[in-house]
Antibody
């Protein structure tokens, strides 16, 4: 059974750096064809993809946020860490991590399982 | 950049209704289109992947169709637990979600 759980601060101040950890079980991020992504949802707004890391350590970032994001993995701990610099009140959102997988023998990748999310508020 | 446009942005319907939500891509994305259901306070739930494949465990009243630029999610007979927000997402390029369709009880 695959589970993912997000953890990190609930409140950060403007200009600070946010560090979020996704701790997962039920799969290995060293297995071919597997990734973990981060997605956020500001209050009352749509889902927004932020970053992805693949089993081979390939990384992808949202073009609009790339300069502020870093994603890393610790395979031995079953964790993926996202850092976001220069936090602003508009970054207030629920942040989700999700298991990213492709259908066998295809290139269709999708988020099949998600954590419940963690709400991060940016305020002084 | 590929853009996704969902319509309608909100929808009121009754239990038992047939509902269709559309997602249009700004250029062809083949079948690299997936659908999620999201309820407040819960994790989003994958319903359909690769435009028309039903995710394991998802009720058969959900179906997806389309390819290229135009896609639809259909709920054949709405159940009380289906009232939620629905998102499409493309994976032809870096992941991108549509703006969502909120399905409300009439």
């Amino acid at each position: 059974q695959i589970t993912l759980k997000e953890s990190g601060p609930t409140l950060v101040k403007p200009t600070q750096t946010l560090t979020l950890t996704c701790t997962f079980s039920g799969f290995s991020l060293s297995t071919s064809g597997v990734g973990v992504g981060w997605i956020r949802q500001p209050p009352g707004k749509a889902l927004e993809w932020l970053a992805l890391i693949y089993w081979d350590d390939d990384k992808r970032y949202s073009p609009s946020l790339e300069s502020r994001l870093t994603i890393t993995k610790d395979t031995s701990k079953n964790q993926v860490v996202l850092t976001m610099t220069s936090m602003d009140p508009v970054d207030t959102a629920t942040y989700y991590c999700a298991h990213y997988i492709r259908v066998a023998a295809s290139s269709h990748w999708f988020f099949d399982l998600w954590g419940r999310g963690t709400l991060v508020t940016v305020s002084s | 950049d590929i853009q996704l446009t969902q319509s309608p942005s909100s929808l009121s319907a009754s239990v038992g209704d047939r509902v269709t939500i559309t997602c249009r891509a700004s250029r062809s994305i083949s079948t690299y289109l997936h659908w999620y259901q999201h309820k407040p306070g819960k994790a989003p739930n994958l319903l359909i992947y690769a435009a028309s494949s039903l995710q394991s465990g998802v009720p058969s009243r959900f179906s997806g169709s389309g390819s290229g630029t135009d896609f639809t999610l259909t709920i054949s007979s709405l159940q009380p637990e289906d009232f939620a927000t629905y998102y499409c997402q493309q994976s032809y390029s870096s992941p991108l979600f549509g703006q969502g369709t909120m399905l409300e009880i009439k």
